[in-house]
């Protein structure tokens, strides 16, 4: 994913200046693109890429947060900080957003910071790699001793739409005017006012929340036989198929934030997943009767019908994702993208029952049946027109965690 960040190409002498020592002072490269280049590369105070005239973030953003990302250019990186050549030789494939967040195991600031400035001298080509990850680095004190002037002048760098850099500059202001011990975390996703960033941050949470729920499914089937585990793999798949498909079909995705509507429904439902297998597991499914499974179908059949016929869907379903555009009326979600996944949930729920008949094969089928049926049902409420009889108010879950 690319972004259009903020840096100016045009410096004064000094700044160029400044520049050429930092590389002089650097062992000589011999060869571009190897570790010595991009240390050399990183020791740079700024790394000029844009023009002023084209760099629309940058001379939107306010006089005074222009005014103070160009004195910020000057600011000398600490060599200290920087990885030495065999550091960068390691790390040269690395991804600092994964060492600093922590995906699938603990952060690792001090990595993070020498796989950052080595991700910069490259071209800072993520949302939230390089330049911005230093910026949380420096702001929080992180594997390294606190500095917010640097910590402003990486934010600078990783650019953003005009608000939000405006948003982050003078957040990082009010950082340096508190006195005592307050040290409030700055995170790079706390300013986002773009819908283009509100996925991106999204996606982060969605990455550290995907890798914890793995680790609880693998502690949960730790005890279960070969034959379980191949169950619950293919109800791993089939769950899958059907959250990503009605995160596409019946989500309305138009506006700019609709990748992170798509990535929080699609969380939503892997988190409604995971305590349904904590409820199956502790044999807490409520009871129901010997005829729940046929009124349940009823049921389905019922509101299925209904939601088809509602006049505001669209008639064709959107071939791309995400759908190009942002439609004026109508939203996205059309009748042949619920009748997709009306298919897709089907095998899932066969997958459900497949699975539970193996691990709990004293629970009767119809049970587990009508249990999964209501989700469907609840589900299809949720897109009925407000005032139509049965209809559920279902608010989109807000999913983005208070410190990325």
């Given amino acids: 994913m690319t972004m259009t960040t903020l840096i100016r190409w ?59 990302c160009l004195r910020s250019a000057a600011l ?60 949380m680095i420096y702001a929080n004190g992180l594997g390294v001793k606190r500095n917010l002037p640097l910590a402003t002048k990486f934010a ?18 009010e950082l340096a005017a508190m006195k005592g011990h307050t040290r409030l975390r700055f995170g790079f996703c706390d300013d986002i006012t773009s819908g283009y960033m509100d996925g991106i941050c999204a996606g982060i949470a969605a990455t550290y929340r995907d890798a914890q729920r793995e680790k609880e499914f693998e502690h949960i089937t730790s005890s279960y036989t070969a034959a379980q585990r191949a169950a619950f793999s293919s109800l791993q798949r089939a769950a899958a198929n059907y959250f990503d498909a009605h995160a596409r079909n019946e989500v309305d ?9 798509w990535i929080e429904d699609i969380e939503h439902s892997w988190n409604m997943f995971l305590r349904d297998l904590r409820i199956f597991e502790a044999e807490k499914i409520p009871t129901a009767p010997p005829n729940a499974t046929r009124q349940a179908d009823a049921r389905l059949a019922g509101i299925f019908q209904r939601v088809i016929a509602e006049s505001f869907l669209r008639q064709r379903p959107l071939v791309r994702f995400p759908p190009p555009g942002i439609p004026v009326a109508g939203g ?50 949720c897109l009925l027109s407000f005032r139509a009889q049965g209809a559920r108010s279902c608010t989109r879950p807000t999913l983005m965690p208070s410190n990325l």
Avoid at 41 to 47: G, H, Q, T, V
Avoid at 86 to 109: D, H, I, M, V, W
Wanted: some cysteine; proline content about 6%; glycine content about 6%.
């Fill in 10 to 68: 045009a410096i004064t002498l000094i700044f160029s200046l400044a520049g050429a020592l930092a590389c002089a002072a650097t062992p000589s490269v011999a060869q571009k693109g190897s570790p010595a280049w991009f240390v050399a590369r990183a020791a740079r105070p700024w790394l000029p890429r844009y023009n002023p005239k084209t760099d629309w973030n940058f001379t939107h953003a306010s006089k005074r947060v222009q005014q103070t």
């Fill in 332 to 381: 996205t979600i059309s009748r042949q993208g619920i009748r997709v996944d009306q298919r897709l949930w089907l095998a899932y729920r066969e997958a459900w029952l497949h699975f539970a008949a193996l691990r709990r094969p004293a629970l009767p089928r119809g049970t587990v049946e009508a249990w999964i049926t209501s989700q469907r049902i609840h589900n299809l409420r």
């Fill in 253 to 261: 995705l138009s506006g700019t934030a609709r990748v992170a509507f």
């Fill in 156 to 173: 600078c760098e990783a650019g953003g739409a005009p608000a939000e850099m405006n948003g982050r500059i003078d957040h990082l202001k």
């Fill in 76 to 135: 000398a990186i600490p060599r200290a900080d920087l990885p030495s050549i065999a550091q960068a030789a390691r790390l040269l494939s690395c991804n600092s957003e994964a060492l600093y967040y922590g995906f699938t195991g603990k952060p690792n600031y001090v990595r993070a910071r020498k796989c950052a400035y080595l991700e910069r001298a490259a071209g800072n080509q993520f949302p939230v790699a390089s330049s911005a990850i230093l910026s």
